[in-house]
């Protein structure tokens, strides 16, 4: 009787203490469309003069602020490539983008099955997932069931991703400006409702807010009109490789608008949270996909204006109120948050977890050796140059240099442009309209329009030439003396050393992870298949 009371005991013990076992945390990705490095709480986190205080001045982000002062708030993240597809690619399968075959190229993308993607595996473990608008990636989530759930909550509308111009259309209507961001807000609202009403509420969740309205085109003149950002006031104060003209500045309060409409519907999401009483046991990530399209060193560029995002993480387990200065790259996030969920990490991942350094106390630099990240690029627009061919580039960030490799320094970085001169109909309007007309790997918009329409004046051929024209084989940056990265040092013999040091680390790197760039004269790359997967 004693044994079977014993044994009874134990069991009893077991099931206590598996009921004891804390719930996994549910994981709420908020992840923008073309939305870089810029929130107010940068600024106020950065030295006068320095690129995190440019522009971050005059943007008004408290729902992001808020949370980062909660948790991490990290001011060296970076993507792994500076264009939508082959970074999501790298994000979802937690690996360089070139491992991703076909997911590493944005037109024709298809993606290998056999490459393990973090959202997938969180759902083969127990985990509700769900997506409102941009996500792109295997197995992308849609309205149709699988194994009876659905996946993309979109019903309550999809019109957030064109935010400043749908608010502008219903004040037209007969909305007040405040009546029609509402609208916009509620969307949100209602998509993210429907998702915790609709998922098991045994089970953790994850949700991925993808919203694009960060991404062109904006309503010109929105940022003042919307938000109260007034373009005279960045007069002197933009980066100097941007031509601080009137088309320009308003131009970037515009989408500096579109960031503060952004953080609005952060705000949204976190009061759903706080109605279900999901918030305390949520990680909460929040970050971008590359740097601003349609501005010199923005998207589609190894410059830090066009890789360098906002990241910030809060939530169980974060020791907060910490700002950290570690180079981390999106690749991380994917086994971050795979730890987060006790799911092993697949040995094909080259990113590392965030972990150690979201449950350190320290701020500044953390890890001794998170001193570096790699990024990289291929090839953005189809039709930017002849033939489809890439722009191929990698380099590689630290804390005092930027050192890119460009592979084919014969090639235009953005598209040609013999076509403004020769073709008739290409003119500035037109530009401001179609992306891909000229120069096709510079999204279409105001300052890109006036970089065509200025190309031959004294003061404009410059700021052309510096983004369009063909670039040198390797590119150093002194950050600490030239924290804009306007002046080349690469063949300066004062900087021998350190280019030598810093060409063999990324080379190492790329070699250790079989970049495909550097075999074969990038063969794979040059000649990408035009269907079906490559791995």
């Known amino acids: 009787m004693k044994l079977l009371h014993g044994i009874l005991f134990l069991f009893g013990l077991a099931f206590a203490l598996e009921a004891e076992e ?9 992840f923008a469309d073309d939305w870089g490095r810029y929130a107010s709480i940068y600024h106020r986190n950065s030295s006068p003069g320095s690129p995190l205080s440019a522009l971050n001045e005059f943007v008004r982000t408290p729902n992001f602020d808020e949370l980062a002062s909660k948790g991490v708030l990290f001011r060296n993240a970076h993507v792994n490539a500076p264009s939508c597809t082959p970074c999501r690619s790298s994000l979802l399968s937690g690996q360089y983008f070139w491992r991703t075959g076909r997911g590493a190229i944005l037109s024709g993308a298809h993606w290998d099955p056999s490459i393990p993607s973090y959202p997938l595996l969180l759902r083969d473990s127990g985990y509700s997932i769900g997506k409102s608008y941009k996500v792109w990636g295997p197995g992308e989530p849609t309205d149709a069931p699988f194994d009876g759930q659905r996946y993309a909550y979109e019903k309550a509308g999809k019109r957030f991703g064109q935010f400043s111009e749908q608010v502008t259309k219903l004040a037209a209507n007969g909305k007040s400006i405040p009546e029609a961001k509402e609208v916009l807000f509620n969307e949100v609202r209602g998509n993210f409702h429907q998702f915790l009403a609709d998922r098991d509420p ?40 941007l031509p601080d003209v009137p088309e320009v500045r308003e131009d970037l309060a515009d989408y500096l608008g579109e960031v503060a409409a952004l953080d ?17 046991n949520t990680l909460i990530v929040i970050s971008g996909d590359h740097g601003a399209p349609g501005f010199p060193n923005g998207k589609c560029n190894l410059y830090t204006f066009g890789t360098g995002v906002s990241l910030a993480i809060t939530g169980p387990g974060v020791k907060g109120g910490r700002v950290v200065d570690d180079f981390v790259n999106l690749v991380d996030l994917a086994p971050t948050f795979l730890e987060t969920a006790n799911v092993k990490i697949p ?119 510096k983004t369009f024209g063909k670039r040198p084989k390797e590119e150093l940056y002194d950050l600490a003396k030239d924290p804009f990265e306007t002046t080349n040092v690469a063949k300066d013999p004062a900087y021998a050393e350190i280019r030598g040091r810093l060409e063999k680390k990324l080379l190492d790197e790329l070699k250790r992870s079989g970049d495909p760039r550097l075999e074969n004269d990038g063969a794979f790359f040059e000649n990408p298949p035009m269907s079906g997967p490559v791995r």
């Open 22 to 30: 804390p719930k996994r945390p549910n994981i709420l990705f908020i």
């Open 202 to 241: 045994v089970k953790p969740f994850h949700y991925w807010f993808g919203p694009t309205n960060t991404h062109r085109s904006w309503q010109q003149g929105s940022g003042k009109a919307l938000w109260n950002i007034d373009p005279d006031q960045l007069k002197g104060k933009i980066p100097p490789f």
């Open 264 to 280: 609005g519907a952060m705000g949204v999401l976190l009061d759903e949270l706080k109605k279900t009483g999901d918030y305390d």
């Open 347 to 465: 040995e094909v991942v080259t990113g590392h977890s965030l972990w150690p350094l979201l449950r350190s106390e320290k701020s500044g630099q953390v890890d001794p050796e998170r001193t570096w990240t790699v990024t990289g690029r291929e090839r953005h627009v189809d039709n930017a140059r002849e033939g489809s061919l890439p722009y191929p580039q990698r380099a590689i960030h630290s804390g005092q240099y930027l050192y890119i490799i460009n592979f084919k320094p014969d090639r235009d970085p953005l598209g040609g442009y013999e076509a403004l001169d020769k073709e008739k109909g290409v003119t500035p309007e037109r530009i401001l309209k179609d992306t891909r007309v000229a120069l096709g790997d510079m999204d279409a918009g105001p300052t890109k329009s006036w970089l065509v329409a200025n190309r031959h004046t004294d003061f404009g051929k410059p700021y052309f030439d």
